[in-house]
């Protein structure tokens, strides 16, 4: 889905380059819902939720809300939304070489 893609796109070369942290990177998201909710259905609920209501009452890294501010609020539909709460349950976010392995497939997908 390219809208997906665009967001991963903007998101770990922003937070893999490492050159300016503007938030947590998207494999300590991962950890953080990881170790808060389970099962799947669980953390992609939770993902989802936040992704569509970026609050701070229900955010889980609060430290991250304090250091960078809240996350901007995208336009998701639902669909897109579970597309991507989906995909980063499902996708190793967390080894160094997941956007050099990742992005090809996404690019060949869309
Ligand atoms: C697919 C794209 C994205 C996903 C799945 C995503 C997801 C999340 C999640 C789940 C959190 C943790 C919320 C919590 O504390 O419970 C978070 C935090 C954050 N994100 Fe994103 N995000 C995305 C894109 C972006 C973009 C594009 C930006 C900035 C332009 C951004 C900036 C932030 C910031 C500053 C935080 C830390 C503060 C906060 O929790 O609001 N995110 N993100």
Redesign the pocket.
């Known amino acids: 889905m390219a809208t997906?893609l665009k967001?991963?796109v903007?998101?770990t070369i922003?937070h893999w380059a490492n050159e300016v942290n503007?938030?947590?990177t998207?494999a300590e998201?991962k950890s953080?819902?990881l170790s808060e909710y389970s099962p799947a259905e669980d953390f992609i609920a939770?993902?989802q939720e936040?992704?569509v209501n970026?609050i701070?009452e229900?955010?889980?890294?609060?430290e991250?809300?304090s250091?960078?501010?809240?996350?901007?609020k995208?336009r998701l539909q639902l669909a897109q939304?579970n597309a991507?709460?989906s995909?980063?349950i499902q996708t190793q976010v967390e080894i160094d070489s997941c956007f050099s392995d990742e992005y090809p497939k996404e690019q060949a997908r869309v």
């Open positions: 997906r967001y991963f903007f998101y922003g503007v938030a947590p998207i998201i953080a819902y939770a993902v936040f992704l970026p701070t229900s955010a889980i890294m609060k991250s809300v250091n960078y501010g809240l996350m901007p995208m939304s991507i709460a995909y980063l």
